[in-house]
């Protein structure tokens, strides 16, 4: 059996969800190419001033800034970013977008925008988890993306975001306990 090494795997650098404005709604990096959150907002800030004249609402669009490739596509006032490496393959990083901003849609019951996304702002993190583990691509079918984070939210009888504080460190020590079992 080959060698497996990370460097044979396609990467993911970040994953953006961005409102219409430029702001943070969910953002999840893996490399250390910005090392600093003033790094990271000054990218995120040029991202979206790039892509902003463009009409990404029907197909993904690309480009390249600063050597990276960034796959986007504005889903009402959302702006769902993928960005990369320059040596990667541009349909791998496409179809991790179109995977996260479809499975995005099913969680939200098709009501993809920045108020629906806030309040569920634990799925879309869960979501983001499920397709992208430390920069290595998982998952891209959002139906089965969609399907493991409900099922995560559903494990616990009450959501994330009604939780009590007591409640949400005893789900956090349960699931810590049973990832230390696997």
């Known amino acids: 059996m080959g060698e497996f090494s990370k460097a044979s795997c396609p990467s993911v650098k ?5 409102d219409s404005e430029g702001k943070r709604v969910a953002v999840k990096y893996f490399s250390d190419d910005w090392p600093s959150n003033a790094s990271r907002l000054t990218f995120e800030k040029s991202v979206f001033t790039k892509t ?21 596509k504005f889903v009402h006032d959302l702006h769902f970013f993928v960005t990369a490496g320059d040596d990667e393959n541009e349909l791998i990083i496409s179809n991790v977008l179109q995977g996260f901003a479809d499975s995005v849609g099913l969680l939200l019951r098709g009501d993809v925008e920045k108020r629906t996304a806030l309040e569920n702002l634990d799925l879309i993190l869960l979501c983001i988890d499920e397709i992208i583990d430390g920069g290595i691509i998982l998952e891209t079918d959002a139906n089965t993306i969609a399907g493991k984070v409900a099922t995560n939210a559903a494990d616990g009888s009450v959501p994330f975001s009604e939780q009590t504080i007591s409640q949400a460190l005893a789900t956090a020590r349960e699931h810590f306990a049973r990832s230390l079992l696997k």
């Open 14 to 18: 970040n994953i953006l969800l961005l």
């Open 52 to 72: 902003l004249k463009t009409n990404a609402r029907s197909e993904a669009e690309i480009t390249l800034l600063d050597g990276y490739i960034i796959v986007y």
